[in-house]
């Protein structure tokens, strides 16, 4: 989770997220319903590119995602990084039920693949 979010904020190094994310400090600030929503990133598993290529997760140059169709590497975000796509993977909002044991979301806004 530290390497995610220092991906999302560079300003901020890999250790001082590693020491937000042990000491509790981050879970305090956001609260327990917040914090939870940070832990869980839900992104489709199809490309972007049009082509209904399967990315693979924790794959590619920064770990996060790559698609093998186009050659495309995407961050643990969903960004692309690297390779010739500029769209990135489209993600769904989710949160917790009220008894914080299931994670719910929407699918209908996912692509197909072809």
């Not at 995610?4 to 020491?19: F, H, V, Y």
């Not at 997760?57 to 390779?83: E, I, L, N, S, T």
Request: aromatic share 8%.
């Amino acid at each position: 989770m530290a390497t995610a979010m220092s991906q999302a904020d560079a300003s901020i190094p890999l250790k001082g997220w590693a020491e937000v994310l042990n000491d509790g400090s981050l879970a305090n600030a956001l609260g327990p319903e917040e914090f939870a929503r940070v832990e869980w990133l839900i992104v489709s598993p199809i490309s972007p590119a049009g082509l209904g290529c399967i990315v693979l997760a924790q794959a590619g140059d920064y770990h996060g995602f790559f698609d093998p169709c186009r050659g495309v590497h995407f961050d643990m975000w969903g960004r692309p990084q690297k390779g010739p796509s500029h769209e990135r993977l489209i993600t769904q909002q989710a949160y917790l039920t009220e008894d914080q044991q299931a994670l719910v979301l929407d699918t209908s806004q996912f692509p197909l693949p072809k």
